[in-house]
């Protein structure tokens, strides 16, 4: 059967649309005669695929064209050329879903299978047609320039490339068995879209948020409960239907389903179950092919989808109705279990006999079995499918426990097996399905030959499964919460940073691991947000390691008043000798990050506020526009601004301003140092392992982001990069690996370095992280403490050796805290502490003056302090709490207010924040001024828009302030 991939992208020759096209083409391994294009002949570009995707350049083009190929903003244009060529690009496509990046080869540093598209418009080394097809997406096309012509290379769709048409099952290989070969562990990553949002209070009412995930045609449909317009706003109570590209996660269409119970797809169409009835969308782009009512019903597996049907479980019962045009095909009453296999329903009814459906019609039925009886009109998943693997149905239940088993063609009985009595049908790893395992069938990890049912020994088990649902495909077994089993082992392999959903578990289908949010918040290391995995490949190689430009830092050194680095110092204590100025009034304001209104930016913009915290030294302000991958500096008296620079990625974190250099980290991977005067380039260190894009949250950026603030300590800049230690592993030759538990673990997903801030010589790398302390990298994460780099979750680097720590306590008597840090864990602009978001802010005072530590939010601090994050009040508050812990002052905020940032400064404590819609009032945000000894207000500010996390500063004469809508405020006298 023709894949849905292959109708969506053609393979075919262009040929009859102009002249001079073939359908192939090839190259040397190193590199090819290519014409540069002139702009007319960019107008002979074949039509490109219509869909949201990824599109990358190699070679000379226009920046007009860039902007072009993005297609309005549907389309996310990569493009590699070298220095010169990036040079006139960045300024030109800032801001847009086009970015660039230099790049020496050889090949693309792109990963496997992220592109729709490739346009070859000039020569780079080492790419030819086999580097093309590795980089197009199943299905993507090639377009190569030859002078004034172009030729078209296709990818082929694989073998291999499985589908999950329901959020259980898969056709043929059901029960929790995934039929896609293509993915393996160790998994690396492809795309990204975070944060965790399923992690925000209160948590979602259904387990984690993911009622259902589907996957076919090149799609993946997701139905959640976890969407959210603002990264502040609580979840709602409605439910939402997104549904990106599988291949790189660049969402395609959004669907509010507000009752919505569960997803099927196939076919080119994705079906929408809720409580009023069916509803079939068309998959490309979401508008509604037909509709049918039903009753409220129930099941555990509710909808499925079949070639020539879609199939409604309820309360003992399935109903059944054609793909094309929803006609009813039937319903069957007292079914205690089904599922669907290949163009056909398996059932099993209340008086243990099975069926085989086809098109709503019996194919065959087996005789009523006693064992597995349940009485009349009995709700029960006792009784259950546990499976069809080949030509064998095999069905569970009774007490003590049987297998039933089936031919698929005929429905003849073929044998029947017991579970040993420590062991019951529902309480396996992988809900206890019958799944191919040695050249056998396994069930209740026992291994029996297909043909006879003879006993051929026991199959390992994974792990305990408690909440997670557990899933066997053709290449390893996975319990649902990171351990694996491969062919032949007999322990699993632990791998760090995934954990299945509660009710999706981990779907794997169409070449990735699609991993979902999770309420985990027990282990610190699990990659927030949705995901997309596939097999580890080869790092890329070439690449620029150090990059150095012509400027020298020629501004002055931060004075002991000014505000150099996130949270002002290296501690991350958010706290100055400085006063604020009385009677605070506007001085200025200055918009620097435009708006961009277009499909992928506003998904940009739902992840993250645009600007950074400000950081002012030297009489500058400098913050980074994210989105627009852009550092900005502006004068302190009046806001003009001085210079910006442009990156080839989003920036994170705010800028540490030292010895006249800005310096940052961005999410290319490296660490950029900028004369602080002018802007120019001093030098560009790379961090990351290797020189991997993958897509996130529809930009290409590296696998190895660096997301935190760098750390200036002795002469070295000190930065991290990557997301959390259990992924990206994919750089190392041989894959790191330690003992914790009785289980191997997969390491090594985070990389150290420290730089000589003169020369830009990296003087020390590493590893970062192993065992089971492997924290998430965040903006602003990385802070100082006891001569060690402290990336939260107790996990450091001794700064003098390199090495990695493992520390119980906070060295700071204000912050006793051994889990979490309130510096320490801004994903995407959303405060989280162990995966968990925190309603909450703090700063501290390291010189214990006058108390340790001042909160503002709706957590107890006392509490927090004994690590015990489950109280919840219901007043908004500021207070200020000891050395030892001990409350000094308590006070109100106003009502339903959310803070946003909180310094303390002289002898006030400053807080920014705002207060929701309620009835006929507004929603408002404001900074107030508190004294520091009683908590009494002193001044309240209005101000445009709520402050970004942490985005407030006080130097003398000045407090700055960077607003969510793009704004940079001074406040004075």
Known sequence: MEHALVKRFPIRCLSTRFAGVSAAVAWSAVAWSVGILSAADWSILPTLPDRPGVRVVVGACPPAELVRLADGGRQVVYALADAATIATWRNAVAGTTAGTQVWAGPGIPLRDNLADAVIVAGPLPGVDQAELIRVLAYGGTAFVAEGPRWTTVNAPVPVGLGRRTDHQDTPRLVGGVADDSLVVPPF?????????????????????????????????????????PDPWAQVPAGRTLVVRNVANGVRLWTRAAPKGIAVAMGGGRIFLLDNAGVTALSADTGTEVWSRPLPTRRGTRPIAWTPSAVVVGGLNQIEQFACAEGTPLGKQVDISDWTSVDDSVISIAMNGAVTRWQAGKPVWTSTPDPALALPAKTFSSNIRVSGVVGDLVGVTGGTPVILRTFNLADGKPRWTATAPPSQDAKSHFIRNPIFPWGGGVAWATQVFDPATGAARGQAPEASGSRCTNGTVTPRFVSDGRGNYLLPGATKPVYEHGLRGGCWAGLAIAQGRLLA??????????????????????????????????????????????????HRRSGTRGAASPVAVPADLTLRWSATVAATVATPLAEQWRMRAPRLTPPVVAGGQVVVADGDGHQVIALSLADGTERWRYTLSARIDSAPTLVGGACIFGGRDGAVTALDGSSGGLIWRVRVAPAEDLVVSAGQVESAWPVPGAVLMVGGLVHAVAGRTGGIDNSAASTIPTTKHGGNTIITSGMAYAAIDLASGEVKRRTAVGGRNDLPILGEGSLLLGGGSLLLGEGTAVDLSTGTNQRLRKFPSPSRPLERGHPAAGLIDGMRTQRGIAQPWVAAWDDAGKDGGAVFAGQLDPTRQLAQDTSSRLAETWVR?????????????????????????????????????????????????????????????????????????????????ATTRDGRVLCLGR
């Not at 990553?189 to 589907?214: H, K």
């Not at 282990?523 to 020298?552: C, D, F, H, M």
Request: aromatic share 4%; with cysteine.
């Open 516 to 565: 979902v949010p999770t309420v985990c918040s027990c282990v610190n290391y699990i990659l927030p947000g949705w995901s997309g995995l596939a097999a580890q490949q080869a790092p890329r190689p070439g690449g620029q390691e150090r990059e150095t430009g012509q400027a020298k830092a020629q501004g002055q050194p931060p004075a002991a008043t000014d505000w150099p680095e």
């Open 880 to 960: 200020l709490v000891d050395d030892d812990g001990k409350l000094r002052w308590s006070q109100e905020l106003p009502k339903d207010s959310l803070p946003t940032a909180i310094i303390l400064a002289g002898d006030a404590v400053v807080v920014a924040g705002g207060t929701k819609a309620t009835g006929t009032a507004p929603a408002s945000a404001w900074i107030q001024v508190r004294a520091r000894g009683d908590g009494r207000l002193r001044q309240t500010v209005p101000l445009p828009d709520l402050t970004v996390p942490d985005g407030l500063a006080v130097v003398p004469g000045a407090l700055v």
């Open 188 to 228: 690396a990553l492809r795309w990204w879209d975070g944060p965790a949002m399923a992690t925000e209070y209160p948590r979602p009412a259904q387990g984690d948020g993911v009622i259902g995930v589907v996957a076919d045609g090149g799609i993946t449909a997701v139905l959640t409960d976890v969407e959210r």
